[in-house]
């Protein structure tokens, strides 16, 4: 019943930015965090983000100080700014959501879009 549209995905050279949006098919006022994952060709689906409602983010040390999460509750939102781009960032960039639905909680997943980084 919940779907995640992402968007924002594409080519980009070396040190350019680029910002990803994921929005829920429905309205939920209880989002208990959104993530963002990626999958580089060859590799391991690999965590790189994650903002609570609350406000407190993590991000995965490669990310660190070029990538930022944010977020917006009330439009069921999520994004995934990201600068300073590097070849190694190029994969299918994954967005997750956990919401709680009524007394029980449930994760979804975007069906991924895709980031390629030029050098």
């Known amino acids: 019943q919940v779907q995640l549209v992402e968007s924002g995905g594409g080519l980009v050279q070396a040190g350019g930015s680029l910002r990803l949006s994921c929005v829920a098919s429905a309205t939920f006022f209880d989002i208990n965090y959104m993530a963002w994952y990626r999958q580089a060709p060859g590799n391991q689906r690999e965590f790189v983000a994650i903002i609570t409602s609350g406000g407190t983010t993590t991000y995965a040390e490669s990310v660190k100080g070029r990538f930022t999460i944010s977020r917006d509750n009330a439009k069921n939102t999520a994004y995934l700014q990201m600068n300073s781009l590097k070849p190694e960032d190029t994969a299918v960039y994954y967005c997750?959501?956990?919401?709680?639905?009524?007394?029980?909680?449930?994760?979804?997943w975007g069906q991924g879009t895709q980031v390629t980084v030029s050098s």
């Open positions: 997750n959501m956990n919401i709680r639905q009524s007394i029980k909680s449930y994760d979804y």
